[in-house]
C-alpha cells in the first residue's frame, strides 16, 4: 500500500500568511495525487487535482504541486475561513490511501 | 447539484449486521465509479470499497473484505453498503463520494452517517 506522510501535523498560522503543508508518498505516485479539505463537523472538499489542477469554485489562493513522492499544497494569503484539517490522497493504485492530515489553526 | 444522501447508520451491537444507502441525484450515476469512505472519531479519512460504473467490479481495504459488501442498483441511482459481522474499529461516520477520475479523486461527498458499534 501507498503510504502518505503529511507535514506538518499541525501548522499555525497568521491571517495572509503564504503557507505550504507538504505529503509525501512511499513509492512514486505519478502526479495522482489529489488534496482535500475538511472544515469541523463538515464533509471533505476537494481543492486540487492531479497534484497541481484547479477545481472550479475553489479559491485562487489555493494551488498545488509536485510528481512521483513529494507534493505541496500552498496558500496564497491564508484566511480565517481556511482553518481546517488538509488531507492528501493517492489514486495512483488500490487501496486508495489518505494522509493522515495537517491541522491548520490561527497562531 | 450533485446531491448524494446517506442513510441507514445507527448504533448497532457487535457481530450484527447493517445496510446503508446512499441516494445520488444532479449527475448521470451510471457513468460513475462510486465509493464509501469512512473516518473514525477524531480521527482520518480511510477509504472502505469502490464500485464500478455497471457493478461489475468491487475493490475494498484488506480489513473489510468478507464482511462489507458495496453494491449499487443504476435504475435506482442509489449505493450500498451491506456490513456484516461488525467491529467495534467499524465505528466511524461513512461517506459516500463520487469518483470523478476512476478509481482516483472524489469530487463530490455526502454528508456521512455515523455507525456505532457497541454492545
Known amino acids: 500500500d501507498v503510504v502518505l506522510t503529511q507535514s506538518p501535523a499541525t501548522l499555525s498560522v497568521t491571517p495572509g500568511e503564504r503557507i505550504s503543508l507538504s505529503c509525501r508518498a512511499s513509492e512514486s505516485v505519478d502526479t495522482y495525487l489529489h488534496w482535500y479539505q475538511q472544515k469541523p463537523n463538515e464533509s471533505p472538499r476537494l481543492l486540487i487535482k492531479y497534484a497541481s489542477q484547479s477545481i472550479s469554485g475553489i479559491p485562487s489562493r489555493f494551488s498545488g504541486s509536485g510528481s512521483g513522492t513529494d507534493f505541496t499544497l500552498s496558500i496564497n494569503g491564508v484566511e480565517l475561513e481556511d482553518l481546517s484539517i488538509y488531507y492528501c490522497q493517492q489514486g495512483y493504485s488500490l487501496p486508495l490511501t489518505f494522509g493522515s492530515g495537517t491541522k491548520l489553526e490561527i497562531k | 447539484e450533485v446531491q448524494l444522501v446517506e442513510s441507514g447508520g445507527g448504533l448497532v451491537q457487535p457481530g450484527r449486521s447493517l445496510k446503508l444507502s446512499c441516494a445520488a441525484s444532479g449527475f448521470t450515476y451510471s457513468n460513475y465509479v462510486m465509493a464509501w469512505v469512512r473516518q473514525a472519531p477524531t480521527k482520518g479519512l480511510e477509504w472502505v470499497a469502490s464500485i464500478s460504473t455497471g457493478g461489475g467490479n468491487t475493490y475494498y481495504r484488506d480489513s473489510v473484505k468478507g464482511r462489507f459488501t458495496i453494491s449499487r442498483d443504476n435504475a435506482k441511482n442509489t449505493l450500498y453498503l451491506q456490513i456484516d459481522s461488525l467491529r467495534s474499529e467499524d465505528t466511524a461516520t461513512y461517506y459516500c463520494?463520487?469518483?470523478?477520475?476512476?478509481?482516483?479523486?472524489?469530487?463530490?461527498w455526502g454528508q456521512g452517517v455515523m455507525v456505532t458499534v457497541s454492545s
Open positions: 463520494a463520487k469518483d470523478y477520475g476512476g478509481y482516483s479523486e472524489f469530487d463530490y
